[in-house]
């Protein structure tokens, strides 16, 4: 079945450090990639998305490349802030037509220090 | 700002009692679901339903049952809650004609529940 390995945490970063969090997956064929991120006391909300190989999905200065050779969808961003401190989940949702089941990986906690 | 609510944000409960979470979206989507957090961060599809009268169980075997009478109310009830719940319930939901698998989850903010 289909699966996402994400690296575990806590990640703890010095604030303006660069970010990596390493997600590879599972599937068949060709499903769309997610990042998503929990702020606490929250529900998660879409971070970013690649729908198709070698998109590269970015907002709030956080991207991904979506890479079928590698199958991993990293999550990279040049300078963290004491803001970006949260939970990141990766996510895959398998091509099959109008039916929809998201995978999850288990979540990277991560801190940002001043 | 949510366009998908939940109710209660906390709840409290003794053994026993029977409970309902309420969830309900604005968007119109067609696809609602029911995620468990547990305090390992892990999400666990618990309850899904493609549409009006639809409803499916998920991935993570779980004691509480689901309704969808209406396309924007995905009600969850545990009839006799236990300890072993505790937990928080994460409602989501996604829409979009055509790719369905694009279509990113809208999450609410979730139901942390404790039952003593």
């Known amino acids: 079945g289909d699966s996402v390995t994400q690296m575990e945490g806590p990640v703890t970063l010095s604030e303006e450090a660069f970010l990596t969090i390493n997600c590879t997956y599972t599937a068949t064929g060709y499903p769309s990639l997610f990042w998503y991120v929990q702020y606490p006391g929250e529900g998660l909300q879409l971070l970013l998305k690649a729908t198709k190989a070698d998109d590269k999905g970015s907002n709030k200065g956080f991207e991904a490349t979506y890479r079928k050779e590698t199958t991993s969808f990293h999550l990279e961003k040049g300078s963290v802030q004491v803001s970006d401190s949260a939970v990141y989940f990766c996510?895959?949702?398998?091509?099959?037509?109008?039916?929809?089941?998201?995978?999850f990986g288990i979540g990277t906690k991560l801190q940002v220090i001043p | 700002e949510a366009d998908i609510y939940q109710t209660p944000r906390y709840l409290v409960i003794g053994t026993g009692k029977k409970i309902t979470l309420e969830c309900s979206q604005t968007m119109g989507h067609d696809k609602m679901y029911w995620y468990q957090q547990d305090p390992g961060m892990e999400l666990h599809l618990i309850h899904y339903?493609?549409?009006?009268?639809?409803?499916e169980k998920g991935d993570l075997s779980s004691e509480s049952t689901v309704s969808r009478i209406r396309t924007e109310h995905f009600p969850l009830t545990l009839e006799s809650a236990r300890p072993s719940h505790t937990s928080q319930y994460l409602c989501?939901?996604?829409?979009?004609?055509?790719?369905?698998?694009?279509?990113?989850?809208?999450f609410g903010n979730g139901t942390r529940l404790t039952v003593t």
């Open positions: 996510a895959l949702s398998p091509y099959s037509g109008g039916y929809q089941k998201v995978t």
């Open positions: 989501a939901s996604s829409g979009g004609r055509g790719r369905a698998y694009n279509s990113p989850l809208h």
């Open positions: 339903s493609y549409g009006v009268n639809s409803t």
